[in-house]
């Protein structure tokens, strides 16, 4: 009798591509992957090496920040945003993260031949109010029009600048073991706004963006003293993505509790019809903060004057290397892994 001779193959998902795919830019393994292999790898430098959300720059008399970001997002216009808002939004709390007051903003608009002149005044008009209320100007930008079918519509980058004024470092090396985890706020409903409307979900109550600005809660943190070690906006990738970024830069292990992280019930209920998590559904107006243990409950206090469900979800430890724990419901505790692949691309 001749054995029988099986080959198995586990369809894992591949790590290395030939080409770019969507999920390099989900904010998951694949984008982490091609951020330190191809980015990382060309343009090291200190300021880059921080792995943060803006660059600190001491310049004679004072400390500026700076960064910039680009904004893909389809559909244009959804539920409690649009393309317009969500670039100065996203933009100011980039510079929040690094604790920067914003002050000025470039915009660069890549247009589409064919784009209605009406939708254009319309992202315009909103990125102008969004602007007045974050206190913000935006003074120097660009245009540029490419071949009908090839920009979807309008493409926007923007740059801000803002300035530093507090002696604290904050950055993601800065996370020290026992630091408390805080968030302002429910998370993944941007994602699942996204989702329902380009899917034409209905739900009990339409799910908004949650995008916003947060850099007068950064500054009201500041000024009260709290000593913060780090903060991260929880965009691509969700709250699983900034949480695991923090826990690779420090070296440390991450711990949340799943009963403490706020989701909304019409974001659980959209996350279960699309088999989605909803710690992995971008958020547009959310942030984690990592403080020292003894100021936790003052900043959770500041938090809860703008945000009402803020909450305190976890904390850091120096045991487990640099893994992200979650401990479920139940008291079940497991590792909260990234995304492999695209959960919902063009979400920014």
Known sequence: MNALNFN?????????????LLAHGGGGRLMHQLINRMFLAAFSNPLLDTHHDAAVVDLPGRRMAFTTDSYVVRPLFFPGGDIGSIAVHGTVNDLAMAGARPLYLSSAFILEEGLPMETLWRVVCSMRDAARRC??????GDTKVVDRGKGDGVFINTAGVGVVAHEQVIAPAGV????????NGDVGRHGM?????REGLAFDGQIESDSAPVHETVQALLAAGIEIHCLRDLTRGGLTSALHEIAEAARLTVQVEEKLIPVREEVHAACELLGLDPFQSACEGRFAAFVAPADAGRALEIMRAQWPEAGIIGHVTSEGGTNVFLKSAI???RILDLASGEQLPRIC
């Not at 586990?10 to 790590?15: F, R, S």
């Not at 706004?193 to 409307?197: D, L, P, R, T, V």
């Open 8 to 20: 198995v193959t586990c369809p894992v998902p591949l790590t290395q591509y030939p080409q770019v």
């Open 193 to 197: 706004a996204i989702m329902a409307m």
């Open 176 to 183: 020290r073991a026992g630091d408390v985890i805080l968030v």
């Open 331 to 333: 008291g079940a505790r």
């Open 135 to 140: 206190g913000v100007q935006i003074i120097t």
